[in-house]
T-cell receptor
Framework: DQQVKQNSPSLSVQEGRISILNCDYTNSMFDYFLWYKKYPAEGPTFLISISSIKDKNEDGRFTVFLNKSAKHLSLHIVPSQPGDSAVYFCAASGRNGNQGGKLIFGQGTELSVKP | GAVVSQHPSRVICKSGTSVKIECRSLDFQATTMFWYRQFPKQSLMLMATSNEGSKATYEQGVEKDKFLINHASLTLSTLTVTSAHPEDSSFYIC???????????FGNGTRLTVT
């Protein structure tokens, strides 16, 4: 049972345009959501997070939007840069933030930003 | 920032042998460490949760006798893959959680190939 889903395995965007990565979840107990970026043969790197008490969190070029009623979140990257090309994982946890740190990951979306 | 070091980054072993992977938190004390496994093009799957000084908690379907976890100190956890088989070939990633409300920090992973 995939509790966190990223339905687009890949996304290709032109440099300078907006990249929108989507994530859906099924467990209403999740209250903390994170996006990680991953290069091949490396561990994930934390990008940005959002608590369920918010609907938007922004950090530089990265903005995460949360729609609790739809159980949907998205990561916007603008402007997109070639260095953003990587696999992006959405992750969720429950119980006051970290559920002891136990994260449930989506399948990942491979973003390719073309110069 | 927080750093998690994982060693080795790559290991090739023969079927039937055992392999130990180390995960260290370099600048913080990790109350909890997690071990994930990733197959190509798939999500990171949590294998087990490791708390310092106590037995690890394994996720459903993960054989605790095959994947031995030791968390002997607040900065070191080890995963030993015992009697490795080719189907154990995968990318293993550890993560560490310090105190408080903070995102997980991941090691760079270990690519295990069992021949």
């Amino acid at each position: 049972d995939q509790q966190v889903k990223q339905n687009s395995p890949s996304l290709s965007v032109q440099e300078g345009r907006i990249s929108i990565l989507n994530c859906d979840y099924t467990n209403s107990m999740f209250d903390y959501f994170l996006w990680y970026k991953k290069y091949p043969a490396e561990g994930p790197t934390f990008l940005i997070s959002i608590s369920s008490i918010k609907d938007k969190n922004e950090d530089g070029r990265f903005t995460v939007f949360l729609n609790k009623s739809a159980k949907h979140l998205s990561l916007h990257i603008v402007p997109s840069q070639p260095g953003d090309s990587a696999v992006y994982f959405c992750a969720a946890s429950g119980r006051n933030g970290n559920q002891g740190g136990k994260l449930i990951f989506g399948q990942g979306t491979e973003l390719s930003v073309k110069p | 920032g927080a750093v998690v070091s994982q060693h080795p980054s790559r290991v090739i072993c023969k079927s039937g042998t055992s392999v130990k992977i180390e995960c260290r938190s370099l600048d913080f004390q990790a109350t909890t460490m997690f071990w994930y496994r990733q197959f190509p093009k798939q999500s990171l799957m949590l294998m087990a949760t490791s708390n310092e000084g106590s037995k690890a908690t394994y996720e459903q379907g993960v054989e605790k006798d095959k994947f031995l976890i030791n968390h002997a100190s607040l900065t070191l956890s080890t995963l030993t893959v015992t009697s490795a088989h080719p189907e154990d070939s995968s990318f293993y990633i550890c993560s560490a959680l310090g105190g408080g409300f903070s995102p997980l920090h991941f090691g760079n992973g270990t690519r295990l190939t069992v021949t």
